[in-house]
């Protein structure tokens, strides 16, 4: 494993990194960096730009900042240099701060981001995400919440109390920083020898909301970022590989589809629902019956965009041949694929994985049924990047290394 501050001419100690001052500035400049395309036509309104230019020059910036990833204005050539030079007054192009990264023994990358202090108090919030490769395509999992609020009791991410929403330009920022560091910007090569893409495909092609938080209690900058995402002009992410995960926000899941379109899973993990309530305690607020009807009429549902369940396997909690039958009388007549998904033990955790076997018996159960059921495979375990698993250690490191400071 490795974890790697970037700010540091060689490598920090496996699982540390240098502590940081209680806070920072917020700062003077809005970054552009995730702008939707009506924002970056106000940042030209507000330079005075003529209203017969504004579209023009939003559609430069928007090809330099997401197709280029352009780090700064003067790259910009077709831009007049002293409109280069306004906009660099007012505005700049700065990314979240990559504080570590950890690459995990089967290639899993593990970004810890710092993102821009909001208020005079605020030292910067912190979240994570992570890069999947395989051999057809590259998985960007990324965060919508300063933690979460759902502590669905076998998640790890759940432990951490919700600080804010992200807003839709730290959504996307996540992609642009991941697509630098993985050298998947046209002339770009990456700081960390990163997986350079192929002349045919996109290092990260496919873009998952199943990170820190809950998507559809941040709606508005999701829907926003899937926007910005999907726009085939910049970063050109098909929606049919953006994937909003929810634990089952009910009211939602139909705004979702109408007003984002993107391919929907659920966090379902359960077929009572008494263990769900124990397991996903949203589902108190909204059972089973109410989000599979959610499910059935969500907008666009067809074969060719199936519904993911996604389906944590416990050890004598949920992995049953029953529960495999039930799972399939539920799920009767909704187009979906089901995800099983080993428990990634953590520290403290509750529950244990079920044996293969019984995940086996439990697949063919439900393959047997008409639906594809892939075992997905545990990435990045030693680097506490598998599913469930997106907690950050840096309070503990930060609370270790103030103890020395004032001992």
């Known amino acids: 494993m490795n974890f790697l501050d970037p700010s540091q001419s060689a490598a920090l100690p496996s699982g540390q990194e240098s502590p940081s001052s209680a806070c920072a500035a917020v700062p003077e400049k809005p970054s552009l960096v995730g702008a939707t395309r009506a924002e970056l036509a106000d940042a030209c309104r507000s330079l005075g730009i003529p209203e017969r230019e504004v579209k023009m020059r939003t559609a430069q910036l928007w090809h330099w900042i997401y197709f280029q990833g352009a780090t700064s204005f003067d ?5 007049g240099k002293a409109l280069r030079a306004r906009f660099a007054e007012s505005f700049s192009l700065t990314r979240p701060m990559v504080v570590a990264e950890q690459v995990s023994q089967d290639g899993t990358r593990k970004w810890l981001l710092r993102l821009a202090p909001v208020s005079a108090d605020d030292r910067g919030a912190e979240v994570e995400c992570v890069y999947i490769p395989e051999s057809d395509r590259g998985t960007l999992c990324v965060s919508s919440q300063v933690g979460c609020t759902l502590t669905c009791s076998f998640c790890h991410t759940g432990t951490q109390k919700l600080v804010r929403n ?27 020898g990163g997986l350079l893409p192929s002349a045919e495909n996109r290092a990260v092609s496919n873009i998952v909301f199943m990170g820190m938080g809950e998507p559809l209690y941040n709606f508005d900058n999701v829907r926003d970022a899937v926007g910005v995402l999907s726009d085939g002009d910049g970063l050109a992410l098909s929606k049919r590989r953006i994937t909003v995960s929810t634990a089952g926000v009910v009211p939602q899941i139909e705004r979702l589809g109408a007003e984002a379109s993107p391919m929907l899973a659920i966090s379902l993990h359960a077929v009572r629902d008494d263990l769900r309530d124990r397991l996903v305690p949203l589902n108190k607020k909204y059972p089973l019956k109410e989000l599979l009807e959610a499910c059935r009429t969500y907008p666009g549902l067809s074969n060719a965009r199936r519904i993911t369940f996604e389906y944590v396997m416990l050890k004598g909690i949920n992995d049953s041949p029953a529960e495999a039958r039930e799972l399939v009388r539920l799920l009767k007549g909704i187009p979906a694929k089901i995800n099983l998904i080993p428990f990634n033990p953590w520290p403290g955790a509750p529950y244990e994985c079920s044996e293969w076997e ?28 598998a599913c469930g698993q997106l907690k950050s250690e840096t309070e503990k490191l930060r609370a270790r290394a103030q103890l020395v400071v004032e001992g």
Do not use: K
Request: aromatic share 6%.
């Open 75 to 79: 790259v910009m050539l077709n831009i």
């Open 358 to 385: 019984r995940i086996e018996a439990f697949s063919d159960i439900v393959f047997s049924a008409g639906y594809a059921s892939p075992v997905r495979t545990p990435r990045g375990r030693d680097i506490l990047a």
């Open 166 to 192: 992200l807003s839709t330009r730290e959504i996307v920022a996540q992609l642009i920083v991941a697509r630098e560091r993985l050298g998947d910007f046209p002339g770009l090569t990456p700081p960390t």
